[in-house]
């Protein structure tokens, strides 16, 4: 079975430093995986997606992850925070096994000091 | 284009009380699923639908019934609410094809089972 690991629950960071939120997954297929945002009391908007295409995915908003098969991690970056990046934030990753079911993570709080 | 709506956005219900959650799209996507949100646990699957006509179970399917008899819609049923319920019911679906299809999300409905 598939599962994914958000490994920091929250994260806090200043304006304009680097954010790192952290997944790991479990996958015995070739993964697809996906970073998703949320807003308060608002729904999820994908930021980005891995496709295979290349192992470093860019995003909306100026994030950024790279697909790392050996450590079987897909963390997500971005160079500088801002305010307007506070969010929670989940990995997911899809089900190959053909039941078409996601996988969520338990999510990622970052919060964005001014 | 909508998107993904969601019907309503808060309810207030009794022990007891029975309800329907309305889900509707209008990418002509193939696939749609219920979800529910509860603090440090992510998003779980509640029921999903592969087509019209079709449903199937997900991690969480008790005490929720569902029907899928348009396209456009998905709907949640809670036949006899509980606290237990109380939540905040998310719908997305995904239009068919590969592996790497994001799911789109609709805004939530909050709902408080007293």
């Known amino acids: 079975a598939q599962s994914v690991t958000q490994l920091d629950s929250h994260v806090s960071v200043s304006e304009g430093t680097p954010v790192l939120l952290r997944c790991n997954y479990s996958?015995?297929?070739?993964?697809?995986l996906f970073w998703y945002v949320q807003h308060p009391n608002k729904g999820l908007q994908l930021l980005l997606k891995y496709t295979s295409a290349a192992t470093l995915v860019k995003g909306i908003n100026g994030f950024e992850a790279e697909f790392k098969k050996s450590e079987t991690s897909f963390h997500l970056t971005k160079p500088s925070a801002h305010m307007s990046d506070a969010a929670e934030y989940f990995c997911?990753?899809?089900?190959?096994?053909?039941?078409?079911?996601?996988?969520f993570g338990t999510g990622t709080r970052l919060k964005v000091l001014a | 284009n909508a998107g993904v709506t969601q019907t309503p956005k808060f309810r207030v219900l009794k022990t007891g009380q029975s309800m329907t959650l309305l889900c509707a799209q209008d990418m002509n996507h193939e696939y749609m699923y219920w979800y529910r949100q509860d603090p440090g646990m992510g998003l779980r699957l509640i029921h999903y639908s592969v087509g019209e006509g079709t449903t199937a179970k997900g991690e969480v399917p008790d005490g929720y019934n569902v029907s899928r008899l348009k396209k456009q819609n998905f709907l949640l049923g809670l036949e006899s609410a509980a606290p237990s319920q109380t939540s905040v019911y998310f719908c997305?679906?995904?239009?068919?094809?590969?592996?790497?299809?994001?799911?789109?999300f609709g805004p939530g409905t909050r709902l408080t089972v007293l």
């Open positions: 997911v990753v899809r089900d190959s096994s053909g039941t078409y079911k996601y996988i």
């Open positions: 996958s015995s297929y070739s993964p697809s």
């Open positions: 997305a679906s995904r239009t068919s094809g590969n592996l790497y299809n994001e799911q789109f």
